[in-house]
């Protein structure tokens, strides 16, 4: 449970929270996995955050069109969602199941609007909020997929990392190399999806996040694989730096992007812009299994 003031909001609190979880269960067994494997003073904060990325994103890739909303209706559904996010945050409610789940995380480590900001700013570059029609063939030069990575993916890893250190006093140094890592790993997480989500982002979406043209070749592909083993290296530098009860869940999660890195170097570009590659799910069982002991043998060291 993340706050209690009375019971009414309490109950409410709850409900958000189940509500939250279930947005993770819907969408992402590779996340819910990973969550588990956080302590309990995390998991449900971490669940609230990306329930409340996702259900952006999702209406901005397609669902309010779905729906039967024109362009401009779709715009005022996602600023309405923005509007009711920072009002949530400043005074701790909302009647929006899943922005008081993330609202109530927000207060609790201090994610305020440096990290929600860029977010919502990626959100606007999909529906095509700054240009006078809808984005329908949304091309990205490298300064343009870094900025949209920043706001789109290495702030949700940086809300994570509040949330993992909330209430803790560290050095400035270690403060540093933290947040580079989580930024890595955000930004690693999302050229993968952007991988493996070829074919949807080109076919459905009609957006190139990796290129400004129609279609990569497998000199792009292995390319955008070498940056995300960096990125991904990075990131596992600082592992160790996090606390215990964060480091197995993170671990996971970068062992299970890795296993689809390797996938995507194993897959032509062809195929991936025909269908989405996935690891196994006795393959995800193993790697999770390898993040916990490494976990627990460094502790035990």
Known sequence: MIVATNSSFTQFTRTAE?????VI???????GLACKLLGPRHRQHVRNIYALVRVADELVDGVTAEAGLD?????????HFIDETHRAVKIG??????????A????????????????FDSMRIDLG?????????LRFDADAHRGYVHGSAEVVGLMCLRVFMRGQD???DVSAALQHGASQLGAAFQNINFLRDLADDTARLGRSYLCTADHLDDKDRMEWVGTIRAQLADAAVVIPLLPHDARAAVRSALALFSALTDRIEQTSVDELYRSRVRVPDAVKAGLTARAIASTWMELHR
Do not use: K, M, W
Not at 71 to 79: H, R, S
Not at 104 to 119: E, H, K, V, W
């Open 71 to 79: 362009y401009q209706e779709q715009c005022d559904a996602l600023a």
């Open 170 to 172: 560290i050095d400035e």
């Open 93 to 102: 409610y909302s009647s929006d199941l899943i922005i008081h789940a993330f």
């Open 25 to 31: 269960s819907e969408y992402s067994t590779s996340f």
């Open 129 to 137: 909020e700054r240009d006078p029609v809808p984005a329908t063939s």
């Open 18 to 22: 189940r509500a939250a979880n279930q």
């Open 104 to 119: 109530q995380t927000a207060r609790a480590a201090g994610i305020d609007g440096s990290l929600i900001d860029p977010f």
